[in-house]
């Protein structure tokens, strides 16, 4: 049981948006930055998003991140066949004072 | 490119040890925490703790400590994850990832299966 919640799966077509939920609760998302991470099918972990809403070097703005209260959401648009993956939310939790991770999402573009 | 690399996939028997390493490239090892992350077949990801790189202080999250410990060698740039007394649901694999700002990961190694049997 992932102490963040994400929807275990999205699908969409290619070119439309789609968004996946991070739910958590005050003692992690709602006093600390999110951050999403792609996870492409037998390759590691990618950062999409960092501080919740800032997109590294390299990463298109097709790619967005919000924050509000306890929960996170991870924007895509513009779909292609290339964006099917895991998606992972992460943050730290003040009350375990441990890095939390979502269960992941798995995006598919229909 | 900024890179972590680290070492081949390792089949161990139950209660042997493995060490997996993490080297890092073109980027000043020392500015940088290195941080573990487990990912067991067909499961999210998990946090393992992490290692100050400057003053080789590791921190273990919840229900990793005991078996696993972080070690360095700054001379070679490499960071290393040992695991002891090796269980059959210690399968997984195993990541090192580049600590950026606030608990965020930008750099990954590319991942070391690890399997128990």
């Known amino acids: 049981q992932s102490v963040l919640t994400q929807p275990p799966s999205v699908s969409a077509a290619p070119g439309q948006k789609v968004t996946i939920s991070c739910s958590g609760s005050?003692?992690?998302?709602?006093?600390?930055?999110v951050s999403w991470y792609q996870q492409l099918p037998g390759t590691a972990p990618k950062l999409l998003i960092y501080?919740?809403?800032k997109r590294p070097s390299g990463i298109p703005d097709r790619f967005s991140g919000s924050k509000s209260g306890t929960s996170a959401t991870l924007g895509i648009t513009g779909l292609q066949t290339g964006d099917e993956a895991d998606y992972y939310c992460?943050?730290?939790?003040?009350?375990?004072?441990?890095?939390?991770f979502g269960g992941g999402t798995k995006l598919t573009v229909l | 490119q900024v890179q972590l690399v680290q070492s081949g996939s390792e089949l161990k028997k139950p209660g042997a040890s493995v060490k997996v390493s993490c080297k890092a490239s073109?980027?000043?090892?020392?500015?940088?925490?290195i941080n573990w992350v487990r990912q067991a077949p067909g499961q999210g990801l998990e946090w393992m703790g992490w290692?100050?790189?400057?003053?080789?202080?590791?921190t273990y999250a919840q229900g990793f400590t005991g078996r696993f410990v972080f070690s360095l060698d700054t001379s070679v740039g490499t960071a290393y994850l040992q695991i002891s007394s090796l269980k059959a649901e210690d399968t997984a694999v195993y990541y090192c990832?580049?600590?950026?700002?606030?608990?965020?990961?930008?750099?990954w190694g590319q991942g070391t299966m690890v399997t128990v049997s």
């Open positions: 990832a580049r600590g950026a700002v606030h608990y965020s990961f930008d750099i």
């Open positions: 073109r980027y000043t090892f020392t500015d940088y925490a």
């Open positions: 290692i100050n790189v400057n003053t080789g202080n590791p």
């Open positions: 005050s003692s992690n998302i709602g006093n600390n930055y």
């Open positions: 501080d919740s809403n």
């Open positions: 992460g943050t730290w939790d003040s009350s375990l004072s441990d890095v939390v």
